[in-house]
């Protein structure tokens, strides 16, 4: 132990109704980069905001350098020698590269010292950075180096990376990486979490894989191929149950080269996606979050327009919005409840209307049948079992698994010959989760074709006949659930197709 | 200790309670404020509230004032409430005013002296358009280029001024009128004249527009679906998009509509209680509509309330400092005050207030 950097030691933080970290206990030497492996929600967020001070552990230790380390805010973190770099930049786009490093120190030096300073350690770690530009005017990694020289100049003798890649280009990231080996080779470990398995093979020495809480492996990642590292991530413990197999209907929506470029900064682009699904069928679309699920669920509700794209029923409707697709049987449920699905500060019944105006006609010459809403509000109450006072009450007084509810019933309700869902069951306690997968299958099972994107592997393969995944704003090739393995799965999620050599795949270093 | 925590739903309760709070804060704080100025301030307020409308000398003289003030307010504040409420701020209603007033007098004064009946409708017709096409400046600015309506829309107003005075000193100039400034007067031009409907009710056409206005952002906002759309944009901008609401044009049609309202607004005063197109015969009617907006909760009736209550500050205003010797700028103080403790007020239909002992932390 006498050579242990920062030991963690049985680790415990719980949240009402989740544990989040349980017994974690690991070991960084110092010069190491070490990888923490998990799947959206295994834990690592949490795991790495203990150490640097976001949260109280509940039970376990920490030792850095041989002396008990308790931080009890950031700042204590950053006096020990640890730094964080967040996947998402806290920089002042009005404020130049200078202005905004002295904002995020303890005692800044003199503008004209803190300038000279920001200059050599660029030039030494070979990131290149002018400190009088604009932070508006940078690209993402630029705005990325302004954050690591951010932690540099603190002299961290631990520095935390939480996905640095997902905003990079592969140029970008190759010198990242250069940057991060000078820094390992002077003696700094490095805590650096990713889901891009190549990724980690090129750069780590050592892997913990958090699974639900807790460390399920651990390995070295550069003698493991990307297979088994997915295997290990995913765990083998993926329930697919058997299902009855149904004769494939007709095509009714077909996607063909759908391209789109992300209408906010730091979306994703979609790259030419094509996709089929069958009346009958469930598509299950897994991936990593940010990897283009919102954008593709916006190419397909209305909300963004792909000329071309888009085929429903043999007819091409990718120039439509959102309604004249409603008319033409193409629902869509987006991610978000409050805001996106459901207008928080709105009754039910108007939020039933919100997307019901057009096949339930509750319009007449365009004035609003009210009387016909509340009516349609009441059947999605009753239908769906959502536990609420009333079709008078504000969404927002809906608890989330009560308007998830809502919102997917209100979609069913409608009977769509497509329903497009994204998240459908994210932030949903498990019995509401269990009806809407049920109502999801229901409507498929009476003719409809479901595409179902979420993160939980789990819920895909007990829903989806066939599967896919995004990644990179890409979607690889469907292939049936029945009979898939969990290192398929992974290895989809991260990007490699199955004919693909691990050497080979795109996105990695 | 007080805390503040978030209602579920907001309170309706609250909603309608706050402006009447608001009201009886505001004549509290002004009173103070009069008595600091050495003036009595239960008197200073039965001047402002009680006597313009049942004083036994100025009565009869105020009363008519009321609704001849009241109307524009309310009929450019329903313009603007429509924006407003889908997040859309046309902050140069007194411009759209201004150049719907010269447009629709132009209009009048081409065919001086006609007689025709049609003459009248077509001048508010001119009001109307002239106003809408000042709003679709920063409309299809917007829409086109990503521009701020709120500072296009407000620097707009410097410019329909300028034009004010150019209007006034030069083309439409009363060629009678011996080189003043100032064009003819619509009293001596009856076709032309928004005269008043009743004697000596301050009733002219202006405010029955006002009125017909209300009931139509009524319908519209709960019965209609555009109404509908205007109020989704306004709470959740997303949302409206997966509903199938067009932004850009969504923009345009509340901008067209606020500056329509206020062209015609416009057209009303400088016909009928202005009488002439002169530099300074508009009040900043644009302006103050912005706050009977917000005091009537961006809802009609709320803004038809909020109209006939601003112009009760007004005239009562008028009559204070008359009576009482008030500066102007304490009235104006004392009119700021109603939409400060309105919006401060606010908070109570989104938020509860809990009063908290002091807890000893652990």
Known sequence: MADALLTLDGLRKAYPGVVANDDVSFTIKPGEVHALLGENGAGKSTLVKMIYGLVKPDQGAMVLNGVPFTPANPAAARAAGVAMVFQHFSLFDALNVAENIALGMDNPPHPRELSQRIRDVSNAYGLPLDPDRTVGDLSAGERQRVEIIRCLLQDPKLLIMDEPTSVLTPQEVEILFTTLRKLTAEGTAILYISHKLEEIRALCEHATILRLGQVVDTCDPREKSARELAEMMVGSTLHVPSRAELAPGEVILSVDGLSLKSATEFGTNLHDIHLEVRAGEVLGIGGVAGNGQDELLGALSGEALAPGAITLKGEAIGHLGPNPRRSRGLLTAPEERLGHAAAPDMSLTENALLTGSVRKHLTEKGFLKWGAAEAFALRIIEAFDVRTPGPDNAARSLSGGNLQKFVIGREILQNPDVLAVNQPTWGVDASAAADIRQALLDLAHHGAAVIVISQDLDELMEVADRFTALNEGRLADPVPTRGLTVEDIGLMMGGISGDMTDDTAEGAA | ?362
Not at chain 2, 3 to 22: G, H, Q, V, Y
Not at chain 2, 83 to 97: L, S
Not at chain 2, 187 to 213: L, R
Not at chain 2, 290 to 295: D, G, M, R, T
Request: glycine fraction near 12%; charged fraction near 10%; aromatic fraction near 12%.
């Open chain 2, 1 to 362: 200790m007080i805390r503040l925590e978030k209602r579920p739903s907001p309170s309706r309760f609250w909603a309608t309670a706050t402006p009447i709070l608001a009201v009886i804060a505001t004549m509290i704080a002004g009173g103070i404020m009069f008595a600091l100025l050495g003036k009595d301030p239960l008197e200073a307020i039965r001047t402002i509230f009680w006597d313009p409308l049942f004083h036994e000398t100025f009565g009869p003289y105020s009363r008519p004032q009321l609704l001849v003030k009241a109307g524009p307010l309310i009929l450019i504040a329903i313009g603007l409430s429509l924006g407003f409420r889908a997040g859309i701020w046309n902050i140069g209603a007194e411009g759209q005013y201004i150049v719907g007033a010269i447009c629709g007098a132009g209009v009048g004064l081409a065919f001086y002296p006609t007689d025709s009946v049609l003459l009248f409708p077509a001048m508010v017709l001119a009001g109307a358009l002239g106003g809408w096409a000042w709003a679709m400046i920063p409309g299809l600015l917007k829409v086109k280029f990503g521009t701020n309506e709120i500072l296009v829309s407000l620097m707009l107003v410097y410019v329909a001024e300028s034009m004010l005075a150019s209007a006034s000193q030069g083309l439409l100039r009363n060629p009678e009128g011996m080189g003043f400034p100032g064009s003819r007067n619509f009293k001596e031009f009856p076709a032309g004249h928004n005269a008043e409907i009743f004697t000596n009710s301050g009733m002219h056409w202006g405010v029955v527009a006002a009125f017909i206005a209300v009931i139509f952002a009524y319908v519209l906002l709960t019965r209609h679906m555009l109404g509908f759309q205007v109020r989704l944009t306004g709470e959740a901008p997303r949302a409206a998009k997966f509903a199938g609401v067009k932004p850009a044009r969504l923009i345009l049609f509340s901008l067209g509509v606020s500056g329509a309202l206020a062209g015609m607004a416009g057209m009303f005063e400088v016909t009928g209680p202005a009488g002439q197109v002169s530099i300074d015969f508009n009040s900043g009617y644009g302006f103050t509509a912005i706050i009977v907006a917000f005091l009537g909760r961006l809802n009609p009736i709320g803004i038809l309330l909020a109209g006939l209550l601003m112009a009760l500050t007004y005239i009562g205003g008028e009559l204070a400092q008359l009576m009482l010797g008030l500066p102007g700028a304490a009235i104006q103080m004392f009119q700021g005050m109603l939409l400060f403790f309105l919006l401060a007020m606010d908070v109570l239909s989104n938020y509860r207030v809990r009063w908290l002992r002091k807890e000893v932390t652990s």
